[in-house]
């Protein structure tokens, strides 16, 4: 049998062909002007492209049914995408307004968790690529969740309405997001998996029409993450390319409180003698920094110290907390790895109890970290910081599983 012999050849090759062509187009998008000409930027954000083109049909493909849903991890270790914070877990699923699904799973102790019912797509330059730009209708959180004694639940999702673990949705309903986030390495995830109702057969067959439609969402997909990063924020986002190393005010977008988060981000630039000292007042809440590449693809966090959060991090004398953005180990404990890079983005995010704070930054020499820190900075030796590291490594494959 060859080509031309079936049906459908001539428009899945046309498909494929396409599709190849937006992936090549996709990969000229490295050469950005916001992204820097060295080996170490170039590699990375062709890596981000190429992680994501891993997932490009996951997402088209195979968990797009709503007949049949499935929960996504659309971020982890070896995928990132779309700023994603290092102590959080990211998981979709497609839905629909007319079905009703059930959640079934065990609740683990992440500090932060909630379900949210996402809507209609809006249209517009200022929205950003698929799987995002949806509005949020409604959400659960893990104060709202109810479990049984040994942390088992079920939340129902669309259908009638129930007095507990429901979630609504409407003829615009398209998704789920399940967002956990973590404070000790020694919390554990959540456990779940998503049924609809209703289902009574086997998942079908994919079409040839499916298949085209999901070659064309795929492609979309990637062209969209590409062209997106680093330019979205920077232009519909409140951040400023031209004015790198401050942290803007925490400002509330639309849906910010059914995700149960605020957030502000900050490029930075630093010359390879440079650090950064990252100020801000000990506050109540689960907070989280995440150092991010060009791309807004969170840096390694399962091998270097990209990220904190309250449980991990220590307060000077003076109720101050005080990271420090650095090329190499300055012997602090809070230290942030800039993996090597000569620019990228650092997001804070602010969750639960109390207020987002104000957070202060000072570019200095290095070498005169000694000069500006207080002087009971807490400190590490290369042994502490090796302790440090495995215990990141083991809690982050203890979250995705992969012990």
């Known amino acids: 049998m060859a080509y031309g012999d079936g049906q459908d050849d001539a428009a899945l090759r046309h498909a494929w062909e396409t599709f190849c062509y937006r992936v090549k187009a996709a990969g000229l998008q490295i050469f950005k002007e ?33 007949r049949y849903p499935s929960l996504h991890p659309f971020c982890g270790p070896t995928r990132k995408l779309g ?14 307004g007319q079905s009703t699904y059930r959640i079934v799973g065990e609740r683990g102790t992440a500090r932060f968790f909630n379900i949210t019912v996402q809507g209609a797509r809006p249209e517009g330059p200022d929205v950003l690529h ?4 949806d509005v949020p209708q409604a959400n ?13 639940f079920e939340v129902y999702v669309g259908g009638p309405p129930r007095d507990q673990n429901w979630l609504p949705t409407t003829a615009e309903s398209r998704k789920l997001f399940v967002r956990q986030g973590f404070d000790s390495w020694d919390e554990v995830p959540a456990r779940m998996r998503i049924e609809r109702v209703e289902m009574a057969s086997p998942k079908p067959a994919i079409t040839a029409a499916e298949m085209v439609d999901a070659i064309e969402w795929a492609g979309g997909f990637l062209t969209g993450v590409m062209a997106d990063w680093p ?17 803007p005010d925490v400002v ?3 849906g910010d409180a059914k995700r149960g988060r605020s957030a502000a981000n900050m490029h930075w630039v630093l010359g390879p003698d440079e650090a950064m000292v990252i100020e801000f007042d000990a506050h109540e809440g689960l907070w989280s920094l995440t150092n991010m590449g060009v791309f807004f693809n969170s840096m390694d966090y399962l091998y270097r110290p990209v990220s904190y959060t309250p449980s991990r991090t220590r307060a000077d004398a003076d109720g101050k907390i005080r990271l420090v953005l650095a090329h190499r180990d300055p012997g602090v404990h809070n230290w942030i790895d800039s993996q090597g890079f000569e620019r990228g983005n650092i997001t804070y995010r602010h969750m639960l109890e109390g207020s987002p ?9 290095h070498a005169e970290l000694g000069a500006v820190l207080p002087t009971d900075t807490a400190t590490v ?7 440090q590291m495995w215990r990141r490594f083991n809690a982050i494959r203890r979250r995705y599983s992969l012990l």
């Open 381 to 387: 030796t290369a042994e502490e910081r090796t302790a």
């Open 34 to 66: 916001h992204n820097p000409a060295s080996e170490i930027h170039r590699v990375d954000a062709l890596r981000f492209l190429t992680q994501n083109l891993g997932q490009a049909f996951d997402l088209a493909l195979e968990t797009r049914d709503s």
């Open 252 to 254: 509330d977008g639309d």
């Open 357 to 365: 704070v104000k957070l202060c930054t000072e570019v200095v020499k």
């Open 130 to 133: 698929e799987p995002f730009g």
């Open 231 to 247: 330019d979205f924020p920077f232009t519909h986002g409140g951040a400023d390319a031209g004015r790198p190393n401050e942290f």
């Open 140 to 152: 659960l959180s893990g104060a709202q969740l109810r479990t049984d004694g040994d942390g088992s």
């Open 83 to 96: 700023g994603d914070c290092a102590d959080f877990t990211y998981q979709q699923a497609w839905i629909d």
